[in-house]
């Protein structure tokens, strides 16, 4: 059974920074779409952030310029580098990996923006 284990998520003021991590129990080298999405209380889950099997990344507007997401291969982790958090920042946090005829999410890690 695929786990997807997320970690680094936790209560932070604004303005600091947490960086979370995706470890796969598979290898991720063929997975063409590695993302992080979010879902906060009341709201659909929305993307965040992705990057393909050959680097290029997508962020949503609210991330863009505050978040890094990076692959490594070797570790089979995927990272979310938030910086400059904000209170509406505040939810859980999923990642995701895909292709085609696979499609595998974590169970999700909290992050809490305090004002």
């Known amino acids: 059974q695929v786990q997807l284990v997320e970690s680094g998520g936790g209560l932070v003021q604004a303005g600091g920074s947490l960086r979370l991590s995706c470890a796969a129990s598979?290898?991720?080298?063929?997975?063409?779409?590695l993302g992080w999405y979010r879902q906060a209380p009341g709201k659909q889950r929305e993307a965040v952030a992705s990057?393909?099997?050959?680097?290029?990344?997508n962020y949503a507007d609210s991330a863009k310029g505050r978040f890094i997401i990076s692959r490594d291969n070797a570790k089979n982790t995927v990272y979310l580098q938030m910086n400059s958090l904000k209170p509406e920042d505040t939810a859980v946090y999923y990642c995701?990996?895909?292709?085609?005829?696979?499609?595998?999410w974590g169970q999700g890690t909290q992050v809490t923006v305090s004002s």
């Open positions: 995701r990996i895909y292709r085609i005829g696979f499609d595998y």
């Open positions: 990057i393909t099997g050959d680097g290029s990344t």
């Open positions: 598979i290898s991720i080298f063929s997975f063409n779409h």
